[in-house]
């Protein structure tokens, strides 16, 4: 039953679950009494079509109570992240909250070691909306397909991340049951996402990092060059026999031998609700006209049937259950709300703010003669520059 139903749902999922408990127990009653009298009539006369019958009854009220039981053999999960966005299409800075700040990173980056893109982003909107003869349609522009890349690189880099800290956390990993993935073998659709192509490019190909020379403290994995620029020696660690592959734009393909993840990445639908007063308290720079754009990440998660067989070996793919919490704690907008107390934070701001107003006030109704009292009193207290 669903953590989340509460009340009468509660009630209403419970009825329906006893009434297919009780039905599948009927049906394995009857089974098991035509079986026993096949039984007794093989015994006695050596007939034998009624307990194939019971058999038959029994076998599928078992496939009904495993089908019931059984977990879902297909998932997904849906996540809307956020940008803010100044009449420049400069990022505002969101800080902590993972997903936009990783974003703007990213562009930045891209930016400073390639000016043309930069002016691709800067000079067309992230979607062209058009109305002709009343029909709608949203087409993609250069400035929406970067931002797209963008959020795809996001979730590759995350899962790149999560897949080389799970599997080093641990001694009881087989190294012969996992591999690694580097630029050398990862496979070429990969490398249409652009953000991957130059950020994990070898820094000697790259006039930004020309400075940095070779590491004398082993192989660099990680680098900030001019300008932002960003090195990344993408990696990725899976299970012997997983493979990644990039399907179409924005959509990634994980397959191992138990489950395929499917991650697609999109612009979407404004639907996230912004709080006014946090364009201007929290974002940065602090401007009311900020406006924001909206990504939708959809990751579906469907396991093989031959998954449900293995008792062994889950070890070793474990991680994801806590990548796909990870992904949401990083993107989801308003866990990033409840996760920094914004209510409680809005609530004190405001009732500072009423706080000072009254004060004002109070300040503006007191009688002149205290007001040059207390002046008199901040004159007394002032050094005598004459001395």
């Known amino acids: 039953m669903s953590k989340e139903l509460r009340g009468t749902g509660a009630i209403r999922a419970m009825r329906s679950e006893i009434g297919q408990l009780a039905i599948v127990a009927i049906v394995l009653a009857v089974g098991a009494s035509v079986t026993a009298t096949g039984i007794v009539d093989l015994l006695t006369s050596r007939q034998t079509p009624s307990v194939f019958v019971g058999l038959g009854i029994v076998a599928l009220g078992l496939a009904a109570m495993a089908w019931r039981l059984a977990p879902p053999i297909s998932d997904t999960v849906q996540l809307n992240g956020v940008i803010l966005l100044d009449e420049d299409k400069k990022i505002a800075r969101i800080d902590r909250y993972e997903f936009s700040e990783d974003i703007r990173r990213y562009l930045s980056a891209l930016k400073a070691e390639n000016k043309a893109l930069g002016r691709q982003w800067e000079s067309h909107p992230l979607q062209d909306i058009k109305f002709d003869d009343g029909n709608f349609s949203i087409n993609a522009t250069p400035s929406g397909l970067l931002a797209v890349e963008?959020?795809?690189y996001f979730f590759l880099d995350k899962l790149s991340t999560h897949l080389t800290d799970y599997f080093n956390k641990s001694y009881n990993f087989n190294d012969r049951k996992i591999y690694t993935l580097a630029r050398n073998s990862l496979p070429i659709s990969l490398f249409q996402n652009r953000f991957v192509d130059l950020f994990s490019r070898p820094m000697e190909d790259r006039e930004t990092f020309e400075s940095h020379g070779a590491s004398k403290h082993g192989r660099v994995v990680y680098a900030?060059?001019?300008d932002g620029a960003i090195f990344d020696a993408f990696e990725l660690t899976l299970p012997k026999g997983g493979a990644i592959s990039r399907l179409s734009?924005?959509?990634?393909?994980?397959?191992t031998d138990r489950f395929i993840l499917t991650a697609k990445c999109s612009l979407a639908n404004k639907n996230t609700h912004i709080p006014f007063e946090f364009r201007s308290l929290y974002a940065?720079?602090?401007?009311?006209?900020?406006?924001?754009?909206e990504f939708h990440i959809s990751v579906n998660v469907k396991f093989k049937i031959l998954a449900f067989l293995s008792g062994t070996g889950w070890q070793y793919y474990r991680w994801l259950d806590s990548f796909v919490d990870s992904l949401r704690e990083a993107v989801d907008f308003s866990l990033f709300l409840k996760r920094i107390g914004w209510e409680q934070a809005l609530t004190s701001e405001k009732l500072q703010e009423k706080r000072g107003m009254g004060q004002s006030k109070r300040r503006a109704t007191q009688p002149a003669a205290t007001h040059t009292s207390f002046e008199s009193h901040l004159g007394d207290e002032r050094p005598n520059s004459n001395k």
Not at 284 to 293: A, G, T, V
Request: aromatic share 0%; hydrophobic share 25%.
């Open 150 to 152: 963008s959020v795809e």
């Open 224 to 226: 900030l060059g001019k």
């Open 249 to 255: 734009h924005g959509c990634i393909r994980i397959e």
């Open 284 to 293: 940065i720079p602090n401007d009311d006209s900020l406006h924001h754009e």
